[in-house]
């Protein structure tokens, strides 16, 4: 391509990445993240109608009228939580912004063939307290997220013992907003044999440890009574939403033990607010994480493989977010339910977690990488193209090895996810955080333009320059610069603007002393 990079057309190519629900293509698929529209096999090659066809057929007559949807139904319908005052400069909520939209309760009840299907059987804030058009909307979306909720596709039987587990997923309107889910399923109380029930908060807000801790408060309600989770869910709704690192108090009554004060507090850092390092770590040594990394920043295809649905939805979640200040913008669903399954066929990139009973479907596929994260595995990666630790440059590759070091010294999550965030970032602060000399701007209002060859040109070492000629192709770097030329110039805000300024300045400094 000649330089300077002629104008693209941005609109419908930015329409194109907000348009759909989840990270699935248009009409063919739920899933749970931002995505590129990809063409997903059907399974009706062989003249029967796949199960994802099924499903996306199904999907997409749950989306039919999407168009029609009346703005802000549920503004108008119902009161937005008071601002409380503040003297400081940062105010301590965010204004009109709610904690959830709606809590459900999906439980296992028989059909009439006597086997066990998720339905949803409790919903707060009830259903005639929406319009009607938001009613038909939340409807045909709740019935798809049973799914979500119950993703194994087996026969459920009765227990008398189950390990309660909380994970998520993200859900993609096809105008581009995001809604996400925090399910935790458990044993409802009682005696003899029954199935687990999920508790499933629809939310806007991504902040993975704000709602495991509502989770607890919800779990300790439903052992007394499922009467006592109404009062409290409707003080949490009516509650302020904190600012980044503020507190709201919540007040709740419950028998035997009096009122109770639960405090609820968001991370001073709310890009990582959804994150679980510890998680990943866990999983994996740093030398495979870095090794994921690698493959993710090409934007390959990768598959994470476990048997709990907490530890697939927060690992996934974890690699994401080591792409920071780049967003994936592919395929990406955290927990693949059964039914889904034909997705790990797609030839385009993903990010996808799928449990360990259903490793054999997946193993079939080339030209990617699996990952285990089982504790009794024995190897991490089961398939893999093999070239993944010659992406990066071995020189920053050491680097981040070397930063995340000083994780054994974290001792709160915060201070993990700081010390793990800031070892990647400073890895595309050191490849590409001179991007922003290289966006020129011919008139004042008028877009700018990035200068591609000139970008990567300017990179002295030739390990670093040959990744980054790779890098500036994949989508995430292009929607980064789009946005970016969009913007007019001078001093920009966020996190990684400041990273690239003190990096600067200890190179101008290190100058100063040679």
Request: net charge positive; aromatic share 10%.
């Amino acid at each position: 391509m000649s330089e300077p990079v002629s104008r693209r057309k941005k609109g419908p190519r930015l329409k194109d990445w907000r348009g759909r629900w989840s990270e699935q293509p248009k009409g063919n698929l739920l899933s749970d993240g931002s995505g590129k529209q990809n063409a997903i096999p059907s399974g009706e090659e062989d003249g029967r109608q796949g199960p994802l066809k099924r499903f996306s057929a199904m999907w997409s007559s749950f989306r039919k009228g999407k168009k029609d949807k009346i703005k802000d139904t549920e503004s108008a319908e119902l009161p937005v939580p008071a601002v409380a005052e503040s003297t400081s400069r940062q105010p301590r909520y965010v204004s009109g912004q709610y904690f959830f939209e709606y809590l459900v309760v999906v439980s296992l009840k028989k059909n009439d063939g006597s086997i066990y299907e998720p339905q949803i059987t409790y919903q707060h804030p009830k259903k005639d307290i929406m319009a009607k058009c938001q009613r038909e909307e939340e409807a045909k979306i709740l019935k798809a997220i049973t799914l979500f909720c119950f993703p194994e596709g087996i026969n459920w039987e009765p227990l008398t013992e189950y390990h309660s587990e909380t994970f998520s997923f993200v859900l993609t309107e096809i105008d581009g907003s995001r809604r996400n889910g925090y399910c935790r399923r458990l044993l409802p109380g009682g005696r003899g044999a029954r199935p687990p029930e999920a508790y499933c908060i629809i939310s806007k807000l991504a902040c993975f440890g704000l709602f495991s801790k509502i989770f607890d408060e919800v779990e300790k309600r439903r052992q007394i009574s499922m009467a006592m989770i109404h009062p409290f869910m409707q003080k949490l709704r009516e509650a302020p939403f904190p600012a980044p690192g503020n507190t709201v108090e919540i007040k709740s009554f419950i028998p035997e033990s009096g009122t109770e004060i639960i405090r609820l507090t968001r991370p001073l850092d709310s890009w990582l607010e959804h994150v679980n390092f510890a998680k990943l770590f866990g999983c994996l040594t740093d030398e495979e994480v870095l090794l994921v990394f690698a493959a993710a920043v090409l934007e390959r295809r990768i598959i994470f493989i476990a048997e709990e649905l907490g530890t697939l939805s927060q690992v996934i979640h974890a690699v994401a977010a080591l792409l920071y200040p780049f967003t994936w913008q592919h395929t990406f669903i955290s927990i693949v339910p059964k039914i889904l399954i034909d997705v790990v066929m797609a030839p385009t990139p993903y990010l996808l977690g799928v449990q360990k009973q259903l490793l054999d479907q997946v193993t079939d596929q080339g030209d990617l990488l699996v990952v285990d994260l089982s504790k009794n595995k024995r190897k991490t990666f089961i398939v893999s193209i093999g070239d993944e630790d010659s992406i990066l440059p071995s020189k920053l590759q050491s680097e981040i090895l070397e930063a995340l070091q000083s994780k054994r010294k974290a001792s709160t999550e915060e201070e993990l996810n700081r010390v793990v965030s800031e070892a990647f970032l400073l890895f595309f602060v050191k490849t590409v955080g001179h991007f922003s000399s290289y966006v020129k701007y011919s008139r004042t209002g008028e877009p700018g333009v990035f200068e591609k060859r000139r970008f990567y040109k300017a990179i002295e070492s030739k390990t670093t320059r040959h990744f980054v000629k790779n890098f500036i192709q994949t989508q995430m770097f292009d929607l980064f610069i789009q946005e970016v030329e969009q913007q007019q110039p001078g001093p920009q805000q966020g996190v990684f603007h400041q990273k690239i300024l003190e990096h600067q300045e200890r190179k101008k400094r290190e100058k100063k002393r040679h």
